[in-house]
């Protein structure tokens, strides 16, 4: 079998820990994978010999080539302009094959535009006949809008979060609430709090136990800090360890129904058939709900007013029988295209 390291983020974000771990078992069969962590990987001489002992590199998934923030965002990414900091020099020598799986480009509207060294770095994957994919929230656009010259050569599949599912098939009389809080100020213009009164608003409207699950820490923080302004009655402790994401996704799959703020949120429910109510915050979430017709569920928080956000919860809760069969039919879809990229990946790895 041939041997791989799988570079990502592990132990921050739930979202990111469900759409690894999806990645490892659809892959599993084919591929002995070690973790390598990504964030704050100095890329040295121990970790490119640990690279080059690998037959492939697995890149992704998750928001690794989204340079475009000032400050911190782009703190440590000059070699490539994305996450994978490596020198491109090393990068060209590199002897394993490269796939990159399932990348999202998370710029927000109003922030600067990446690096230009990016584009030098995504030369160097499609010299090296690397497969590079970006998932499916508008993210290849977004990117080829900045380098429109490699249409043509990446391509588009689901996101990998959307397959990491549980089997538990009982519902439990619960609905799960998460909301993102990073960069508050793209997010909530207005004001955090001004969003938290427009998300009570339908928060009382619920009939079940309202769970608010936290995927980061910065989520942990803001939750403990408006704990008593958030009309819910349970607030999850974070569990962002990659051996306790499993526990998050049961209770995803077992609600009712979810509101999603965070793109994986969206994703983990909509993956395990569960209709998920979407507050867009950022694009992302409002162009995958677009592109697979699903916008009539989804509101988006900063283009539009109260009342149609919550019309449309209205409308959201008396569609849920429509739009679950909708979601059975949505992921046999993703299935067939994700087995289909997964055998490319195969035949990629294994030809002479």
């Not at 009382?204 to 819910?232: A, E, F, N, R, W």
């Not at 697979?292 to 849920?320: Q, W």
Request: include cysteine; charge should be positive.
């Amino acid at each position: 079998m041939k041997k791989a390291i799988h570079l990502a983020a592990f132990d921050r974000n739930i979202g990111d820990n469900g759409l690894n771990i999806a990645i490892e078992n659809m892959t599993s069969d084919f591929l002995d994978i070690r973790r390598m962590e990504i964030v704050g990987n100095a890329f040295d001489h121990n970790q490119i010999k640990e690279i080059n002992n690998c037959d492939v590199v697995l890149f992704g998934g998750g928001g690794l080539i989204h340079s475009c923030s000032g400050g911190n965002s782009r703190k440590n990414r000059t070699r490539t302009g994305t996450m994978w900091n490596i020198p491109l020099k090393d990068l060209i020598n590199l002897k394993p094959k490269i796939v990159a799986y399932g990348v999202g480009y998370n710029r927000f509207v109003g922030e600067p535009g990446p690096l230009p060294v990016m584009g030098d770095f995504f030369k160097v994957l499609k010299d090296k006949g690397s497969i590079v994919s970006f998932r499916n929230d508008n993210s290849i656009n977004n990117f080829l809008e900045e380098f429109p010259k490699f249409e043509g050569y990446v391509e588009q599949i689901p996101d990998p979060g959307i397959f990491c599912r549980d089997s538990i098939n009982k519902k439990s009389d619960h609905v799960v609430i998460q909301i993102a809080t990073d960069r508050l100020e793209y997010r909530y213009p207005g004001g955090f709090e001004k969003f938290i009164s427009f998300l009570n608003k339908i928060l009382v409207s619920i009939p079940y136990k309202t769970i608010l699950i936290p995927h980061t820490l910065s989520d942990q923080k803001i939750y403990s800090k408006y704990k008593h302004k958030i009309k819910v009655d349970v607030v999850y402790p974070l569990m962002n360890k990659i051996d306790q994401t499993m526990k998050v996704i049961e209770v995803y799959k077992r609600s009712k129904y979810t509101i999603s703020t965070r793109g994986h949120s969206q994703l983990f429910s909509i993956g395990n058939n569960v209709p998920t109510f979407s507050i867009s915050t950022h694009n992302k979430v409002k162009e995958f709900m677009h592109n697979h017709d699903l916008s009539k569920y989804n509101h988006d928080y900063l283009e539009s007013n109260e009342e149609e956000g919550l019309s449309k919860f209205k409308g959201f809760i008396n569609s849920l029988q429509d739009y679950s069969e909708k979601l059975t039919l949505l992921n046999l879809e993703f299935d067939k295209t994700i087995l289909e990229f997964n055998n490319k990946i195969k035949s990629f790895i294994y030809e002479k």
